[in-house]
């Protein structure tokens, strides 16, 4: 189960630092992810950090812009974005790399607006 904070409006070039805490299953063994759902559109996969290696890889579109953390003891997820732009705002959604279907938080609400 994940539960998604750290949403809100922004103005482009502005910055959000969303937070996604994990319960249920051992957390330090799975690759995470960030996914985003914007209105009309189909869920897409925004960033990846991996278990072991903890490598990342990142959507085109917010590479340099956002960077994917985890932290093991608290089995938590982060996502810093700077420069969000319009086109960002979604509902943000954490869950494991591949998805589980069945553990799909809230997600949190990202809004870039001027």
């Known amino acids: 189960q994940f539960v998604e904070s750290g949403g809100g409006s922004v103005q482009p070039g502005g910055s959000l630092r969303l937070s996604c805490a994990a319960s249920g299953f051992n957390f330090k063994t799975y690759p995470m992810s960030w996914y985003r759902q914007a209105p009309g559109k189909e869920r897409e996969l925004v960033a990846v950090?991996?278990?072991?290696?903890?490598?990342?890889h990142y959507l085109d579109s917010v590479k340099d812009r956002f960077t994917i953390s985890r932290d093991v003891a608290k089995s938590s997820v982060y996502l810093q974005m700077t420069s969000l732009q319009p086109e960002d705002t979604a509902v943000y959604y954490c869950n494991r790399s591949p998805p589980f279907e069945a553990d799909w938080g809230q997600g949190t609400q990202v809004t870039v607006s001027s």
């Open positions: 950090i991996f278990s072991a290696s903890e490598g990342t």
